[in-house]
């Protein structure tokens, strides 16, 4: 029987995000996405953007189609709903991978929300091109990644509904995402692009709170790994989940044994 996989995308993306892996891991999986409120679809429609209704949101999605368990691939942000939720609901949760994933520790990343969040009266516009800019910093001059980021990032944030970023800022200063992490007893896979230094500021002490971690760093990529080098995403995440799915053969296997 195939096992399923969710697929969530980040802040000002779509579901189209995950298009080239779904193609692939359908061949072997059940795979699924959908639009972040406020997001796809619906985009520039005012919604609560709340983590407890993200939350909801992916609880929705399990029961509307009929999911038991999942493994859950999510993108940037929405590392924070898919953790709450793996929490929440240790037994629908076979596996977690967050690309580019990361958390309200001490770090340059941190220092850069804080400031964006206290000038964030200012023209929206204006607002999201200066920190636009700032999350996607140009890192060498063999960096293209930051430039597609942020122009994307712009152009989509445009059309968000003005207090989705903000809020997601807010969420990301104050809610304490580490304790989800450190109660994580399922397999982790976290996985971040060479030029993505501003978001792996926050890792420095990520073995410490998710011991049994994997990590992975994907070379000639930014922060969106998945888009950047497809292909060597879908190589990472594949012998993850084979490894995972022999290993919790093998402890069955044991146990019939015994």
Not at 109 to 123: A, I, N, P, Q, S
Not at 136 to 143: G, R, T
């Amino acid at each position: 029987m195939k096992e399923n996989i969710i697929f969530i995308h980040g802040l000002t993306g779509t579901k189209r995000a995950f298009k080239k892996q779904i193609e692939y891991f359908n061949q072997e999986y059940h795979t699924y996405t959908y639009d972040l409120l406020g997001h796809g679809e619906h985009i520039g429609k005012h919604v609560h953007f709340t983590l407890d209704n993200l939350v909801k949101q992916l609880e929705a999605f399990y029961d509307a189609n009929g999911i038991k368990e999942a493994h859950i691939c999510s993108l940037s942000y929405s590392c924070y709903p898919s953790a709450i939720f793996a929490n929440k609901w240790k037994e629908r949760v076979k596996s977690l991978c967050f690309i580019g994933g990361h958390y309200n520790a001490p770090s340059k990343l941190l220092d850069v929300l804080k400031f964006y969040w206290d000038t964030r009266d200012e023209d929206y516009e204006t607002w999201l091109k200066k920190y636009s800019n700032d999350i996607y910093p140009k890192e060498s001059i063999l960096d293209p990644y930051s430039a597609i980021s942020k122009r994307i990032y712009y152009k989509f944030g445009l059309k968000l509904d003005d207090q989705i970023l903000k809020n997601a800022i807010w969420h990301r200063l104050n809610y304490d995402l580490r304790s989800h992490l450190e109660g994580l007893s399922t397999p982790v896979l976290w996985v971040m692009g060479e030029y993505d230094s501003l978001y792996k500021s926050t890792l420095t002490d990520l073995k410490s709170i998710i011991p049994h971690v994997i990590y992975k760093e994907i070379k000639h990529a930014g922060h969106a790994a998945n888009l950047f080098r497809p292909n060597c995403f879908r190589d990472v995440y594949e012998n993850f989940l084979v490894h995972y799915t022999m290993e919790k053969t093998s402890q069955r296997k044991m146990l019939n044994i015994i």
